[in-house]
């Protein structure tokens, strides 16, 4: 009977143990399940960063992705693609000078003229430019000058009186005029931001501050800020919009958006500017080309190819400015003032000479 028991107890201690051991060997796999789930959510997290970081190297390195930055015609610091070296994008003329945080196309002192010309044609079809720049200088408001301009044409490195480009240009200029030429011109508020697109006929009027062939512009106080400031060039669907941001407020203001435009590709973006008697520092921060993506209809895709640069009704457009500008309000004025004493000399004229046929009348009949 005591051996019995003894076996009973011996079963019983058996199966405690071997309880035991599937309770501890079921603890060991759930850890490890939980260990390992851990390990799937730590590489997944690393396999989504190095996925990320090498979509932006692959970026970097110029494969195309929607709307990126085009380096071979952007001009950004340290400008190391500026110079006469073999290797650089952008030519430097006259007294443009290299710095560490800009290209200064001119000093602040008279009579000086600079530029910088990309070397490579740009062939997109749509993009857009964002330019950072700085004006600034000693003289006083309306005594500084002249300004800059922001170029992509046909022509480059080349030099005359349109902020220091050659006039009869063919291609687009998009001017920040910062001294009044007209002096009797009220309809403008300067500094004056506007553009223009040549085919190397039309002229710039230098003495009306090109108003008989710009295609609108806005005024934007550009001048001696102490922030940023900020212009956008965008040409897309043969649509050219300018846009200013010169508020410090980090937004883009509407200054030109007009349809019809049509710029064949091939061209070369520049800047360049000039002073006179009067003068100031343009510096050119930063030029950033970026590509634009646009679906376009089948018909347009085979459109020909433009050799002239063009604006749909451009005729129209500055036969109503004509308009507008033949007749002001004070010449409406002492047009009706001096018809109106005009028409009472002449019935006083006429009263006289009535006067005088009818005394004449009566000396014949007596």
């Known amino acids: 009977m005591a051996t019995a028991d003894k076996h009973h107890r011996r079963r019983r201690m058996a199966a405690t143990m071997s309880k035991s051991n599937w309770f501890r060997l ?28 090498t979509c932006q190297c692959l970026a970097d390195d110029g494969y195309e992705i929607d709307d990126f930055l085009k380096r071979e015609h952007s001009l950004t610091k340290p400008y190391q693609g500026v110079g006469s070296s073999s290797s650089s994008h952008w030519d430097l003329m006259g007294n443009a000078i290299i710095t560490t945080e800009h290209v200064r196309l001119t000093p602040d002192l008279q009579s000086r003229q600079g530029a910088v010309w990309s070397r490579i044609p740009c062939y997109l079809r749509d993009w857009e430019m964002q330019v950072h720049f700085k004006i600034h200088g000693q003289g006083k408001k309306n005594l500084n000058g002249d300004g800059m301009a922001l170029w992509y044409t046909k022509e480059r490195m080349q030099t005359g009186p349109v902020f220091g480009n050659m006039n009869l240009f063919t291609g687009l200029g998009v001017f920040l005029d910062t001294y009044p030429n007209e002096n009797n011109n009220h309809e403008r508020v300067f500094p004056y931001v506007s553009g223009m697109v040549g085919n190397g006929t039309l002229a710039y009027e230098h003495d009306r501050d090109g108003q008989s062939t710009e295609l609108g512009g806005c005024t934007a106080l550009l001048r001696n800020i102490p922030h940023d ?5 965008r040409y897309t669907k043969n649509r050219l919009t300018i846009q200013i941001d010169v508020d410090g407020k980090q937004q883009w203001r509407d200054c030109l958006d007009l349809p019809g435009v049509r710029l064949p590709q091939g061209y070369f973006f520049g800047a360049s500017s000039v002073t006179g008697d009067l003068s100031d520092n343009h510096d050119l921060i930063s030029m950033k080309l970026y590509q634009l993506t646009v679906e376009r209809p089948q018909e347009e895709e085979e459109e020909e190819e433009l050799t002239v640069p063009s604006v749909d009704n451009f005729e129209e457009l500055h036969k109503v400015e004509v308009q507008e500008e033949g007749m002001s309000g004070v010449q409406l004025f002492f047009t009706i003032v001096f018809s109106i004493i005009g028409i009472f000399v002449l019935g006083v004229v006429a009263v006289v000479m009535y006067g005088r046929w009818k005394e004449n009348s009566r000396k014949r009949f007596y």
């Open 26 to 53: 079921s603890s060991f796999q759930i850890f490890d399940l939980m260990f390992n789930q851990r390990n799937n959510r730590k590489l997944t997290c690393l396999f989504t960063i190095v996925l990320i970081l």
């Open 229 to 233: 400031t900020f212009l956008l060039i």
